[in-house]
């Protein structure tokens, strides 16, 4: 398996531009959410899929839309992309049996820099 | 609402000594607790989780765990540190193991 996948690493964009971040995951797991990660805040949850089609909004959503239209992948969408979108992205999913129950998988991450 | 609290942005330890990571929640019903360790510029990694069953939780790397729910914490704890340990560590809360509420992180360097 390749867990969770994200791409791209690394992403340079100018105030106003639009871009989606890829996230897939092949663990056949129904929960993913996306986190944004902030020197001295931890992470902070910005929105989550309870499965295909069911989208929710987490701590801090403006700005990012989502869509699940497959179990597989959660692609993360900046609008208008603003400096304060400056951040690390992680993209997760939830296993839900086994010894691997409750736990949440982390992709690698894609690092924003928004001019 | 659930929140959590790490006592200490940085703690600095020498190799060998003691490693004592503190969290503390708050939580309005019995928590799923997590600890994650995450190296420089890679993603989380999971260390050990709390669901309710032993109080004492051992993970992986040598690092555990106890759930105090009098003191409502969850500090993470190893023995003996070594070079390798130096990342950043962050605690977690959840009812259910989904919505992740995260501590603030605290950054762990180990003094040869």
């Known amino acids: 398996n390749a867990g969770v996948t994200q791409t791209p690493k690394f992403q340079v964009l100018k105030t106003g531009q639009s871009m989606t971040l890829q996230c897939a995951q092949d663990?056949?797991?129904?929960?993913m959410s996306w986190y944004r990660q902030d020197p001295g805040m931890g992470l902070r949850l910005i929105h989550y899929?309870?499965?295909?089609?069911?989208?929710d909004q987490g701590e801090v959503p403006n700005g990012y839309n989502v869509s699940r239209s497959t179990t597989e992948d959660f692609p993360l969408r900046l609008l208008s992309a603003a400096p304060s979108q400056t951040s690390v992205y992680f993209c997760?999913?939830?296993?839900?049996?086994?010894?691997?129950?409750?736990?949440?998988?982390f992709g690698p991450g894609t690092r924003l820099t928004v001019l | 609402a659930q929140s959590v609290t790490q006592l200490g942005s940085h703690v600095s330890v020498s190799e060998g000594a003691l490693v004592l990571l503190r969290c503390n929640y708050s939580?309005?019903?019995?928590?799923?607790l997590f600890w994650y360790v995450q190296y420089p510029n890679q993603g989380l990694q999971l260390l050990l989780k709390?669901?309710?069953?032993?109080?004492l939780v051992k993970g992986i790397n040598g690092f555990e765990a106890e759930f105090k729910k009098s003191e409502t914490s969850f500090h993470l704890t190893k023995p003996s540190a070594h070079m390798s340990d130096a990342a950043e560590y962050f605690c977690?809360?959840?009812?259910?193991?989904?919505?992740?509420?995260f501590g603030e992180g605290t950054q762990l360097t180990v003094n040869p």
């Open positions: 997760a999913s939830r296993g839900t049996s086994g010894r691997f129950d409750n736990e949440q998988f």
């Open positions: 663990m056949n797991h129904e929960y």
């Open positions: 899929s309870v499965g295909a089609g069911i989208t």
């Open positions: 939580s309005s019903v019995p928590p799923y």
């Open positions: 709390y669901t309710s069953a032993a109080t």
């Open positions: 977690a809360v959840s009812f259910s193991g989904s919505r992740l509420t």
